[in-house]
Nanobody
Framework: QVQLVESGGGLVLAGGSLRLSCAAS????????MAWFRQAPGKEREFVAA????????YYADSGKGRFTISRDNAKNTVYLQMNSLKPKDTAVYYC?????????????????WGQGTRLTVSS
């Protein structure tokens, strides 16, 4: 089992940057592929980025390519999402998810564990 706690959300101006963090409990964090999803008001949850167990492979939704970077520190049981050049349409609740597998995926149904989310608001 792994428990996930996101942090780092807040209010930022368009064009700004922010880094989200997701801290995981448990001693087997390196056995999990990790991902970030987001859900904007009135919309379905969507994939943002994912990373394999050792960080050797990453995958991004088109919406974040070139602006977002996912990374992980297995020694700290933490996964990060660095977001640059933020836009108002990035406004959403961002969720961290874990999958007990080495490889990442972009489908929410692949992930077994979810955090409670952290809210990001980007104002124009």
């Amino acid at each position: 089992q792994v428990q996930l706690v996101e942090s780092g959300g807040g209010l930022v101006l368009a064009g700004g940057s922010l880094r989200l963090s997701c801290a995981a409990s448990g001693r087997t964090f390196s056995s999990y592929a990790m991902a970030w999803f987001r859900q904007a008001p009135g919309k379905e949850r969507e994939f943002v980025a994912a990373i394999s167990w050792n960080g050797g492979s990453t995958y991004y939704a088109d919406s974040g390519k070139g602006r977002f970077t996912i990374s992980r520190d297995n020694a700290k049981n933490t996964v990060y999402l660095q977001m640059n050049s933020l836009k108002p349409k990035d406004t959403a609740v961002y969720y961290c998810a874990a999958r007990l597998a080495y490889s990442e995926g972009s489908t929410s149904g692949l992930y077994d564990h979810w955090g409670q989310g952290t809210r990001l608001t980007v104002s124009s």
